[in-house]
C-alpha cells in the first residue's frame, strides 16, 4: 500500500540511526546480547524516544521501554516489542524492524489522540549467539526461564551470565512482568514464503519449537602420520557421519514441517598433523509436531549409538534446549487478519520456524506476530533486507488492529 512521504522518511532515519552500531568489516553487524554494543543499541532507543517526548525505564533484566507519559505506569497496555542484538555477523533488520515497527505505532497513536496506552519494549539477548541461549531477557521476566537453565551460561568472553548480572545490576529472579494485555511483535519472516507468494505480510499462526542438544563425541587423539588406518579413533569421521545422520531425520520429518540442523562443530586439537580425539556438536532440531519432535530424538539417539558403537567410540549427548510449539492467541490471529484484509494488503496465516520473544509471552497475555518479506529469504547474513515500505506495512497492521481496540 502506498504510505505517507512523512512515514516512509522517519522510518529511514530510525533505521539510520541504529545502522552504525556494531558494524563489522564484513559489512554486517555484531551486537550481541548482554555486551556494550547491545547496551549502545538499548541508549539509542531511548534517545528516539525521548525525542517525542516519551518516558523510557529499564526492568530488573536490562530490557527498555518506552511509553506515553500521559498514562498511569498501573494502568493495563498494549506491548509492541521485538529485540535489539544481533547474531555474529548478521544483518540490521532482524529486531530492529520490530522496534522501527514499535515506535511508528505509537507515534500514529499520539497523532491521532488514540485513547490506549501503548508501550514499545526491546528485549535484551534475544539471540543465542553470546551465551547458547535464546530469548534469555523475555524469559525471565515472563519466568518461561528459570535462574538454573541461563544463570551458569558463559559468553564468549568466558563469562557467566551470573557474573554479567552481577557487575551490571541485574537480577536473576526478576519480577514478573505485569499489566500487558497484548503483546505484538512485527518480525523479518526469515524465509521465502511471502516473497515467493507475492504476500506483503504474514501473520503467524504457531511458532515452532527448538529441542537444541550437544553431542559430545570421544575418541584418541594420535599422530596422523604414524597410526595406521585401521587403529585409529576418529572422533570427528564418527561426528561427520553423526551431522549426515541428522540431515536425513530433518528430511524424513519435513512432511510434517520439521528441521534439523548441526550449526555448531567444535574440534580437539584441531591440529593438522593430529587424529581428532573429541569433537563437540551443536544441533538444532525444530517444528510445530510434537510427535515429530519425538521422532527426530529418538532417532537422534540411535544414530549416535549405532555410529559410535561401530567406531568403537564413547559419546554423551546432553539436550540444552526444549520448548514446545507455541500457539500465537487465536483471537489476536483473527484480528490481525481484519485487520489486513480492510487495508486491502495482501496476507497470509503461515507459521514461524524461527523462535522470538513472542514465543516468551504467549503463556501470560494475548499475544501475535506481524511477518514481512525479507530478500531471498536471507537472514542472520550481512546480505539481510526488507524494505522500509514492508516495515510500515506491516506496523499498520498492527496499528489497524490497535484502533479497533481502542473503540
Request: aromatic residues 6%; contains cysteine; proline residues 3%.
Amino acid at each position: 500500500m502506498r504510505h505517507a512521504i512523512e512515514d516512509v522518511e522517519y522510518a529511514e532515519y530510525l533505521f539510520d540511526r541504529f545502522y552504525g552500531i556494531g558494524s563489522c568489516e564484513s559489512g554486517g553487524v555484531t551486537r550481541l546480547g548482554y555486551t556494550e554494543v547491545e547496551d549502545e543499541m538499548h541508549r539509542a532507543l531511548c534517545t528516539l524516544g525521548e525525542e517525542k517526548g516519551y518516558g523510557h525505564f529499564a526492568d530488573q533484566v536490562g530490557n527498555t521501554y518506552l511509553y506515553r507519559p500521559q498514562y498511569s505506569m498501573d494502568e493495563p497496555y498494549r506491548l509492541v516489542g521485538s529485540h535489539l542484538d544481533s547474531v555474529i555477523e548478521g544483518g540490521r533488520y532482524d529486531g530492529v524492524a520490530g522496534i522501527i515497527a514499535g515506535l511508528l505505532v505509537m507515534g500514529w497513536a499520539e497523532r491521532d489522540g488514540l485513547d490506549l496506552p501503548i508501550r514499545v519494549g526491546a528485549m535484551r539477548c534475544e539471540e543465542s549467539s553470546n551465551f547458547g541461549r535464546s530469548t534469555i531477557g523475555s524469559g525471565l521476566i515472563t519466568k518461561e526461564i528459570y535462574k538454573h537453565d541461563v544463570g551458569e551460561a558463559v559468553n564468549k568472553q568466558g563469562e557467566t551470565l551470573h557474573e554479567v548480572f552481577d557487575r551490571k545490576g541485574y537480577s536473576l529472579t526478576p519480577e514478573r512482568i505485569q499489566g500487558i494485555r497484548e503483546y505484538l511483535e512485527l518480525h523479518i519472516e526469515q524465509g521465502k514464503v511471502l516473497e515467493e507468494y507475492g504476500d506483503a505480510v504474514g501473520i503467524v499462526s504457531t511458532i515452532a519449537g527448538p529441542r537444541r542438544f550437544k553431542v559430545h563425541v570421544h575418541g584418541n587423539a594420535e599422530h596422523s602420520g604414524a597410526t595406521p588406518m585401521g587403529m585409529r579413533s576418529d572422533a570427528l569421521a564418527a561426528a561427520a557421519e553423526i551431522i549426515l545422520e541428522v540431515e536425513e531425520i530433518g528430511k524424513s520429518e519435513a512432511m510434517h514441517q520439521s528441521v534439523a540442523t548441526v550449526g555448531v562443530v567444535t574440534n580437539h586439537p584441531n591440529a593438522l598433523n593430529v587424529i581428532p580425539g573429541e569433537v563437540e556438536l551443536g544441533i538444532d532440531m525444530r517444528g510445530i509436531d510434537v510427535a515429530s519432535l519425538d521422532r527426530m530424538e529418538a532417532r537422534l539417539k540411535a544414530a549416535c549409538t549405532r555410529i559410535c558403537e561401530k567406531r568403537r567410540l564413547k559419546y554423551f549427548r546432553e539436550k540444552t534446549s526444549d520448548i514446545p510449539p507455541i500457539e500465537m492467541s487465536s483471537e489476536t490471529q483473527q484480528k490481525l487478519l481484519d485487520a489486513a484484509k480492510r487495508l486491502h494488503i495482501p496476507h497470509r496465516l503461515m507459521i514461524s520456524g524461527a523462535g522470538h520473544d513472542a514465543m516468551s509471552f504467549a503463556h501470560i497475555c494475548d499475544t501475535g506476530m506481524v511477518f514481512i518479506p525479507c530478500a531471498k529469504g536471507i537472514s542472520h547474513n550481512k546480505k539481510e533486507f526488507a524494505t522500509i515500505e514492508s516495515i510500515l506495512d506491516g506496523a499498520m497492521v498492527m496499528y489497524e488492529h490497535l484502533k479497533e481496540e481502542a473503540l
